[in-house]
C-alpha cells in the first residue's frame, strides 16, 4: 500500500517509471490522481508509455474530459469577454484558463474550474455591475461574508451564471489584503500580455510568481501538488525560451515582496518534479521544507488524506498568514457564531 | 491511518476496488457478487471508499460515508447496518460521474431475440421492477440502473449489477424468485426499505453480450394502462435530463443520442400492474418495426 504520493511524483517526472508499476499499484495511482487533480497531467505524460489496456482506457478518459474543460474554460472566458465589451481596461485570465488561452504546456491536460480573472481595484464596481447585467449572480448572499470580501480579500464575492451554473472570481491583485507580502497589482496589469481576442495573460514572471503566491503565501497547500506541478512547467517552458528568465523572476519577485515564497517554491520544485535550476541560487534547504514535502505528499493509496496533524498545522497556517491575530480571532468569533466556514 | 479492507468487482465493462474500513459491507458484497468474474490482471477503472465520516463513527453508531475516486460533496452518511447500499450507491457515483466509454441513461434493459428493451423513468416508475420480472419471463436482464449506449456502434452494453428492490417491489419478487438470490432487507433508507436481488445466472455468464435497441419505454406506474406517442424533441430532452454524462461527453454524447432518438422506437406507457405492464410490452414487442 502507497503510504504517500510519491509514486505520482515519480511518473510525472520520469514517465517510464511507470512501466513496472504492479496492477495493485496502478490502482493506488489512479486515485491519487485523481485526488489530487493530476491525473489529466499524468495521461499526457504517460502517453508514449506502453500499457495494460484498462489503465490506458482510463487515462484517455482522463485526457477526453481534460479536453472538454479546456474548451468550457475558453468559451467562458469568451462569454465574459462579451459580457465586458464595453469595459475599456484589460481583462487578464489567471491561473489555468490563462495557461490554455495562451497555450503553455501547463494548461496540457489540467483541470480548470471556475473562471478566475482580474481588473485594475478602482474597476471592480464597473466590471461587477456588467457581469450582473449578462446574467451573473451573487453565490453568497451572507453580509458578514459579502463584507469580507469586500473589504479584506483580493477579489469579489463569487459569481455564479444563472443560465451556465459557472462561476467567475474577478480579482484585482494576487493575494488577499490581509497578507504580509503586498504584490504590485498595477505592475501586473501592466505588464499583462495581450492575445487575440482582446484578454490579457500575465507576464511570464508575474505568471509564475502568481502561482507561487497561491501555493505558499496563501491557503492550506490544498491542490498544491498540482500547483508546483503548474510551476514546474511554467517555469521549464518560459527558461527555455530565455536564458535569463530565472534572473527577471528573482527581480519581479522583489518587486512583489515574493522573493521568500519563490525560492521554496523553486526549491521544492526542484526537489520533487526535478526543475533545473542551472546554478541559479534558491538559498539552502530549510527544515521546513520537508514539512511542505510531508504536507504536498500526504496522501494514501486509497487516495485518502493522511498526515492529518500536519494538515491541520497547514490550515491554522492558512489562515494565520491571511490574518493578523485581533482579526483572525473575530473572524473565528463570527464564523463559530455562524456555525459556517471561512471564505476561500 | 486506520486500516482498511478491499475487494475487487467486475460489472460489465467497468471494474471496481471498494475498500472498506469495515468488512461487513465487503462481506455482503462478495456473498451476492459470488458468480461474477473477477476483473483482468486484478486492474479497475474507480475506487470506492466506505469510511466513517469521523474516526469515532468507526465504532460508536458506526456511519459510513460515501466516497472514492468521484465523490459528491453533500453525500449523507447511511448507517452501518446499510453499508451494502452504501457501496452499491459508491459504485452508481462512480458511473455516473466518472465513466465516458459510454453514453450513460438512467434506464433498465432486458433483451430478447438480440434486441433490447430500454426503460427510462423517475425513480418510482417501476422500471426495475419491470426489468426484474421480465428477467423471470425469459428475456435476459441487462440492468435495473443504467443502460450502457454505445458511442461507436449504438448497441446497449450490459451493466448487470445487483437488481435494487424497493419497498412493494420486493414482496413481489419474493413470490417469484428464489430466496438464495436475495441480499439483507434494509428498512428506513433513505429511499425506502431495499432489498438486493442477484440477477439471473444468464445475465451474469452474458454480461459481455452487447444489443440493438429495438424499443425505448417511459413506463409511469399508478395511471390506467394506456400507451402514448412522444415527439422525437421531447424523448430526446428527456434522455438529456436521464443521462448522467452527456454532457460531460460533449459532441460525441450528442450524437449518440440523436442516433439512439432516430433509430429506437419509443413509447409512453401507463399502467397499474405487473400485468398489465407485460401485456402492453408484449403487444408492443410483437409489432416492433
Same mark, same amino acid.
Given at each position: 500500500?502507497?503510504?504517500?504520493?510519491?509514486?505520482?511524483?515519480?511518473?510525472?517526472?520520469?514517465?517510464?517509471?511507470?512501466?513496472?508499476?504492479?496492477?495493485?499499484?496502478?490502482?493506488?495511482?489512479?486515485?491519487?490522481?485523481?485526488?489530487?487533480?493530476?491525473?489529466?497531467?499524468?495521461? @499526457?505524460?504517460?502517453?508514449? %508509455?506502453?500499457?495494460?489496456?484498462?489503465?490506458?482506457?482510463?487515462?484517455?478518459?482522463? %485526457?477526453?474530459?481534460?479536453?472538454?474543460? $479546456?474548451?468550457?474554460?475558453?468559451?467562458?472566458?469568451?462569454?465574459?469577454? $462579451?459580457?465586458?465589451?464595453?469595459?475599456?481596461?484589460?481583462?487578464?485570465?489567471?491561473?489555468?484558463?490563462?495557461?490554455?488561452?495562451?497555450?503553455?504546456?501547463?494548461?496540457? &491536460?489540467?483541470?480548470?474550474?471556475?473562471?478566475?480573472?482580474?481588473?485594475?481595484?478602482?474597476?471592480?464596481?464597473?466590471?461587477?455591475?456588467?457581469?450582473?447585467?449578462?446574467?451573473?449572480?451573487?453565490?453568497?448572499?451572507?453580509?458578514?461574508?459579502?463584507?469580507?470580501?469586500?473589504?479584506?480579500? @483580493?477579489?469579489?464575492?463569487?459569481?455564479?451564471?444563472?443560465?451556465?451554473? *459557472?462561476?467567475?472570481?474577478?480579482?484585482?491583485?494576487?493575494?488577499?489584503?490581509?497578507?504580509?507580502?503586498?504584490?504590485?497589482?498595477?505592475?501586473?496589469?501592466?505588464?499583462?500580455?495581450?492575445?487575440?481576442?482582446?484578454?490579457?495573460?500575465?507576464?511570464?514572471?508575474?505568471?509564475?510568481?502568481?502561482?507561487?503566491?497561491?501555493?505558499?503565501?496563501?491557503?492550506?497547500?490544498?491542490?498544491?501538488?498540482?500547483?508546483?506541478?503548474?510551476?514546474?512547467?511554467?517555469?521549464?517552458?518560459?527558461? &527555455?525560451?530565455?536564458?535569463?528568465?530565472?534572473?527577471?523572476?528573482?527581480?519581479?519577485?522583489?518587486?512583489?515582496?515574493?522573493? *521568500?515564497?519563490?525560492?521554496?517554491?523553486?526549491?521544492?520544485?526542484?526537489?520533487?518534479?526535478?526543475?533545473?535550476?542551472?546554478?541559479?541560487?534558491?538559498?539552502?534547504?530549510?527544515?521546513?521544507?520537508?514539512?511542505?514535502?510531508?504536507?504536498?505528499?500526504?496522501?494514501?493509496?486509497?487516495? *485518502?488524506?493522511?498526515?492529518?496533524?500536519?494538515?491541520?498545522?497547514?490550515?491554522?497556517?492558512?489562515?494565520?498568514? $491571511?490574518?493578523?491575530?485581533?482579526?483572525?480571532?473575530?473572524?473565528?468569533?463570527?464564523?463559530?457564531?455562524?456555525? &459556517?466556514?471561512?471564505?476561500? | 491511518?486506520?486500516?482498511?479492507?478491499?475487494?475487487?468487482?467486475?460489472?460489465?465493462?467497468?471494474? =471496481?476496488? !471498494?475498500?472498506?474500513?469495515?468488512?461487513?459491507? #465487503?462481506?455482503?458484497?462478495?456473498?451476492?457478487?459470488?458468480?461474477?468474474? +473477477?476483473?483482468?490482471?486484478?486492474?479497475?477503472?474507480?475506487?470506492?471508499?466506505?469510511?466513517?465520516?469521523?474516526?469515532?463513527?468507526?465504532?460508536?453508531?458506526?456511519? +459510513?460515508?460515501?466516497?472514492?475516486? =468521484?465523490?459528491?460533496?453533500?453525500?449523507?452518511?447511511?448507517?452501518?447496518?446499510?453499508?451494502?447500499?452504501?457501496?452499491?450507491?459508491?459504485?452508481?457515483?462512480?458511473?455516473?460521474?466518472?465513466?465516458?466509454?459510454?453514453?450513460?441513461?438512467?434506464?433498465?434493459? +432486458? /433483451?430478447?431475440?438480440?434486441?433490447?428493451?430500454?426503460?427510462?423513468?423517475?425513480?418510482?416508475?417501476?422500471?426495475?421492477?419491470?426489468?426484474?420480472?421480465?428477467?423471470?419471463?425469459?428475456?435476459?436482464?441487462?440492468?435495473?440502473?443504467?443502460?450502457?449506449?454505445?458511442?461507436?456502434?449504438?448497441?446497449?452494453?450490459?451493466?448487470?449489477?445487483? !437488481?435494487? #428492490?424497493?419497498?412493494?417491489?420486493?414482496?413481489?419478487?419474493?413470490?417469484?424468485?428464489?430466496?438464495?438470490?436475495?441480499?439483507?432487507?434494509?428498512?428506513?433508507?433513505?429511499?425506502?426499505?431495499?432489498?438486493?436481488?442477484?440477477?439471473?445466472?444468464?445475465?451474469?455468464?452474458?454480461?459481455?453480450?452487447?444489443?440493438?435497441?429495438?424499443?425505448?419505454?417511459?413506463?409511469?406506474?399508478?395511471?390506467?394502462?394506456?400507451?402514448?406517442?412522444?415527439?422525437?424533441?421531447?424523448? =430526446?430532452?428527456? #434522455?438529456?435530463?436521464?443521462?448522467?454524462?452527456?454532457?460531460?461527453?460533449?459532441?460525441?454524447?450528442?450524437?449518440?443520442?440523436?442516433?439512439?432518438?432516430?433509430? +429506437?422506437?419509443?413509447?409512453?406507457?401507463?399502467?397499474?400492474?405487473? /400485468?398489465?405492464?407485460?401485456?402492453? !410490452?408484449?403487444?408492443?414487442?410483437?409489432?416492433?418495426?
Amino acid at each position: 500500500m502507497m503510504r504517500d504520493a510519491r509514486t505520482l511524483v515519480h511518473a510525472l517526472r520520469e514517465p517510464a517509471s511507470a512501466g513496472a508499476l504492479s496492477s495493485s499499484q496502478w490502482t493506488e495511482l489512479v486515485s491519487i490522481a485523481r485526488a489530487e487533480s493530476l491525473i489529466g497531467s499524468l495521461a @499526457h505524460r504517460l502517453a508514449d %508509455i506502453n500499457l495494460p489496456d484498462r489503465v490506458r482506457a482510463v487515462l484517455r478518459d482522463a %485526457i477526453e474530459s481534460h479536453e472538454l474543460a $479546456r474548451r468550457q474554460a475558453l468559451w467562458e472566458a469568451d462569454c465574459a469577454r $462579451r459580457a465586458l465589451a464595453d469595459y475599456p481596461g484589460r481583462i487578464v485570465l489567471m491561473k489555468g484558463t490563462a495557461y490554455v488561452a495562451a497555450d503553455l504546456p501547463a494548461g496540457t &491536460g489540467r483541470s480548470i474550474g471556475d473562471l478566475d480573472i482580474m481588473v485594475a481595484r478602482g474597476d471592480l464596481a464597473v466590471v461587477e455591475s456588467a457581469l450582473l447585467h449578462a446574467g451573473w449572480e451573487w453565490v453568497k448572499p451572507d453580509p458578514y461574508d459579502d463584507r469580507y470580501y469586500r473589504d479584506h480579500m @483580493h477579489e469579489l464575492p463569487p459569481l455564479i451564471h444563472r443560465e451556465r451554473d *459557472r462561476m467567475i472570481d474577478v480579482h484585482h491583485t494576487i493575494l488577499p489584503l490581509t497578507a504580509r507580502p503586498a504584490p504590485n497589482a498595477q505592475a501586473i496589469l501592466d505588464s499583462a500580455v495581450m492575445l487575440d481576442n482582446g484578454l490579457h495573460v500575465m507576464a511570464p514572471a508575474d505568471m509564475v510568481l502568481h502561482s507561487v503566491a497561491h501555493l505558499l503565501a496563501d491557503g492550506d497547500l490544498a491542490g498544491g501538488l498540482r500547483n508546483l506541478w503548474d510551476i514546474n512547467l511554467l517555469v521549464r517552458h518560459f527558461a &527555455g525560451a530565455d536564458e535569463q528568465f530565472l534572473k527577471r523572476l528573482d527581480s519581479r519577485a522583489q518587486t512583489h515582496g515574493l522573493v *521568500r515564497e519563490m525560492r521554496r517554491a523553486l526549491r521544492l520544485a526542484a526537489r520533487l518534479y526535478d526543475l533545473p535550476l542551472s546554478g541559479f541560487s534558491v538559498g539552502q534547504t530549510e527544515f521546513a521544507d520537508h514539512l511542505y514535502i510531508r504536507r504536498l505528499l500526504a496522501r494514501d493509496g486509497y487516495g *485518502r488524506e493522511t498526515h492529518k496533524l500536519t494538515r491541520f498545522g497547514f490550515y491554522v497556517r492558512s489562515h494565520w498568514l $491571511r490574518m493578523p491575530p485581533l482579526m483572525l480571532a473575530r473572524h473565528l468569533w463570527t464564523k463559530w457564531r455562524k456555525g &459556517g466556514k471561512s471564505p476561500g | 491511518m486506520q486500516p482498511m479492507h478491499q475487494i475487487l468487482l467486475k460489472i460489465g465493462p467497468a471494474a =471496481f476496488r !471498494i475498500a472498506s474500513a469495515w468488512r461487513q459491507p #465487503l462481506e455482503q458484497l462478495e456473498a451476492l457478487y459470488r458468480d461474477y468474474p +473477477v476483473p483482468p490482471d486484478d486492474l479497475v477503472d474507480f475506487t470506492v471508499r466506505l469510511e466513517p465520516g469521523k474516526p469515532w463513527r468507526r465504532h460508536i453508531r458506526p456511519s +459510513v460515508h460515501i466516497g472514492g475516486d =468521484f465523490w459528491l460533496p453533500d453525500a449523507a452518511p447511511l448507517p452501518l447496518s446499510q453499508g451494502l447500499l452504501a457501496g452499491e450507491m459508491g459504485m452508481n457515483l462512480q458511473m455516473a460521474l466518472g465513466w465516458r466509454r459510454h453514453l450513460l441513461l438512467h434506464a433498465s434493459s +432486458v /433483451e430478447r431475440d438480440g434486441e433490447a428493451l430500454v426503460m427510462t423513468g423517475l425513480s418510482g416508475s417501476g422500471k426495475s421492477t419491470l426489468s426484474a420480472m421480465l428477467a423471470q419471463k425469459g428475456w435476459r436482464f441487462m440492468g435495473d440502473e443504467f443502460a450502457l449506449l454505445s458511442i461507436d456502434s449504438g448497441d446497449i452494453e450490459p451493466f448487470p449489477r445487483l !437488481i435494487s #428492490l424497493k419497498n412493494q417491489a420486493i414482496g413481489a419478487m419474493e413470490e417469484v424468485a428464489s430466496a438464495e438470490r436475495f441480499g439483507p432487507e434494509m428498512r428506513g433508507t433513505p429511499k425506502g426499505d431495499i432489498r438486493h436481488l442477484v440477477p439471473p445466472k444468464s445475465a451474469i455468464d452474458r454480461m459481455e453480450e452487447p444489443a440493438r435497441p429495438a424499443l425505448l419505454l417511459f413506463p409511469r406506474f399508478g395511471h390506467a394502462p394506456a400507451l402514448r406517442d412522444m415527439g422525437q424533441s421531447e424523448i =430526446f430532452v428527456r #434522455l438529456t435530463q436521464a443521462s448522467t454524462n452527456y454532457v460531460a461527453l460533449g459532441e460525441a454524447g450528442f450524437c449518440a443520442l440523436t442516433r439512439f432518438v432516430d433509430q +429506437v422506437p419509443a413509447r409512453a406507457m401507463d399502467y397499474q400492474s405487473i /400485468e398489465q405492464a407485460e401485456e402492453l !410490452i408484449e403487444s408492443l414487442w410483437s409489432e416492433r418495426r
